[in-house]
């Protein structure tokens, strides 16, 4: 028997992102909002094997299938199922499934395009791993394909769907900051980022983040998600980015930068700067949003309100903003403490009742492509050590 399905109690939270609204009346064609979703994960890697045990806790939501084209990847992956579940090497082959519902991508970042857009022919819904594309063309051919079809496109930028950020976005909305100044945002790791390989080979198929071929590096794999947040608060993409990175620390043969540093600049004035290391994991990750009233501070699932020329006190609201528990937390400021699941169990949450009520994603092909050109722009800018500007494509909607 699978656990109860979560619910969030905090209705505020709640409320914030239960406004979407069918965007395809009712060409989707799905059954109905009270039967089973049947999904298969393409790619079994860490990502999509992690993803797979959320999955089995939500109800109405099976994984019924399994593809990778490396066999110890894809019997971890089917273990991992509750339940019957069939392999397949050949994601093609697993499309030609009539009873998968859905596909969840969560293959290297070159593949992206493709495999969704080919998921989308077979009549699948698809939930898109970030970063959802590489490069202008592969973001702009699924774009485009998205815009043909009439199935349900989410990308995995898990903290669009995350309860505590929507709140968040909309206490700095509502002015809790102040005028906006800058985002300062980090993630930070000590470690090679490497996977183990078992024999020579397969070096460039597991460990294909450190390969420019296959990747985006760090800013694909972990900017994107806070550029996302970025371009969500601002409701804007930005202007031009410069950046540097290199090769500086982990001499092993990787061709992705194992640090890098990305200053954008959004039309409004405000600057945003991105900053992973590899060599030092100091305060992890953290999103600061700086404003002329004050700043919030977020990491994976807490949240600090510090105000500008404020005492420490403890306060029943802040700047009459309801449901959060506000009371001083030394050295971060007042700690907001909103109610709220993982934030990738809350996505699948999200795309499920997507499919089975045909409505709109909060992290769908506008988000996802922009944040996918801001990171490529980001790659030209340290690649090239130029000034990139915007790029915008046909068939990329503005935010």
Not at 313 to 321: A, N, P, S
Request: proline share 3%; aromatic share 10%.
């Amino acid at each position: 028997m699978k656990r109860r399905e979560f619910v969030v109690k905090s209705s505020l939270a709640t409320a914030a992102v239960a406004t979407s609204s069918s965007i395809f009346g009712n060409i989707n064609n799905f059954r109905g909002a009270n039967d089973t979703v049947n999904i298969g994960i393409i790619g079994t890697g860490d990502r999509g094997t992690g993803l797979t045990p959320l999955i089995n806790e939500l109800d109405k939501f099976n994984v019924i299938a399994c593809c990778d084209t490396l066999p110890f990847r894809l019997e971890n992956g089917l273990s991992k199922v509750e339940g019957k579940a069939q392999g397949y090497k050949d994601y093609r082959k697993l499309l030609d499934n009539p009873d998968i519902d859905a596909v969840l991508v969560s293959t290297p970042l070159n593949t992206h395009s493709k495999i969704a857009m080919d998921a989308l022919d077979a009549g699948k819904h698809v939930y898109c791993e970030k970063t959802m594309a590489k490069g202008y063309d592969g973001i702009e051919h699924l774009a485009a394909k998205v815009k043909s079809s009439n199935k349900i496109f989410q990308t995995g930028h898990q903290y669009h769907s995350s309860r505590l950020y929507t709140h968040v976005v909309k206490m700095i909305k509502k002015g809790m900051i102040g005028k906006i100044a800058a985002f300062e945002c980090q993630w930070n790791r000590n470690g090679n980022w490497r996977r183990e390989v078992p024999s020579p080979e397969l070096e460039r198929a597991i460990n294909w983040r450190m390969y420019r071929e296959f990747s985006g590096g760090l800013a694909a794999e972990l900017c994107s998600h806070q550029i996302d947040f970025a371009n969500w608060v601002t409701e804007s993409t930005p202007d031009k980015v410069v950046g540097m990175g290199g090769v500086d620390y982990w001499k092993d043969g990787r061709e992705t930068y194992d640090n890098i540093h990305l200053l954008y600049s959004y039309p409004s004035g405000v600057k945003a700067t991105f900053t992973c290391l590899t060599s030092n994991a100091m305060d992890g990750y953290q999103i600061k949003a700086i404003g002329d009233k004050g700043t919030i501070v977020l990491d994976y699932a807490k949240a600090w309100f510090y105000p500008e020329g404020k005492k420490n006190k403890e306060l029943g609201e802040v700047d009459g903003v309801s449901g959060a528990t506000v009371k001083w937390d030394e050295g971060k400021g007042y700690a907001l403490n909103i109610e709220h699941e993982d934030a990738s169990k809350q996505a699948l949450h999200d795309f499920r009742d997507s499919i089975q009520n045909n409505t709109d994603p909060v992290s769908n092909i506008t988000t996802g492509a922009n944040a996918a050109i801001c990171v490529q722009m980001g790659l030209d800018a340290m690649y090239n050590e130029e000034i990139v500007h915007w790029k915008k494509l046909p068939s990329v909607q503005a935010i």
